[in-house]
């Protein structure tokens, strides 16, 4: 690679953590490709894209944003505020329109068994209020999230797995970065979180450079060589200035 390749910045989705793409950046690192993963605060589309367009920033030079799930709707919002953003790359993920939330692309399509698993938590706000975030009950974690790898890990994921705030699911997506820059998007076919139709019907509008992996919606986890190998190709095939 040269001097000139872009950073790949990793976001993750609810339910999990930024430890869920070690794997890819470890594949990632041995292909010359820098690669790191952010932490976000999962509160709402708007608030985390701006955190993570801060953190993108700070990076000197060109950036590919790779979102897993939810994180599909914060990078989709950051390249709007970070103008060192190349290319996007959808893993699993949402890549909402314009005035478009996530549940509306949820109820698009047939609702399958995943709502079952949520479990709301009530937790204080700085400002001394409630609100509702939601995790996802450890009986159910591998079958809904992360069929496809061990039951032991499926275990530890579900044990350190991080809340979502339930009004993300309801707040209307801005500006639709996906419509100017080059985008990829990696369907996980065995998907029981976001229904794989979905994730096609997001793709074919975005006109992205589209794959197919045989793999549960924690398919980076379980395939992280097909997921970087697919960043990859984002960086190597123009999501690059």
Known sequence: MSETTPTVVLVHGAFADASSWSGVISDLRSRGIPAIAV???????GLDGAWVAAQVREIDGPVVLVGHSYGG????AAANEADNV????????????????????LGSFPANDFASGLAPHVLPTGDGGEEVFLGLKLDLFHQLFAADVTAEQAEIMGRTQRPIAAAAFEEKSGTASWKRLPSY??????DEAIHPDVQRKMAARANATTIEVDGSHAVAVSQPKAVAAFIASAVEGG???
């Open 185 to 190: 998007t990696l369907v996980a076919t065995g």
């Open 239 to 241: 999501a690059t200035r």
């Open 73 to 76: 709707a914060m990078i989709t």
């Open 86 to 105: 190349t290319g996007l790359v959808f893993v699993a993920a949402f890549s909402p329109d314009e005035g478009e939330s996530l549940q509306d692309l």
């Open 39 to 45: 932490a976000n605060e999962l509160r709402g589309p």
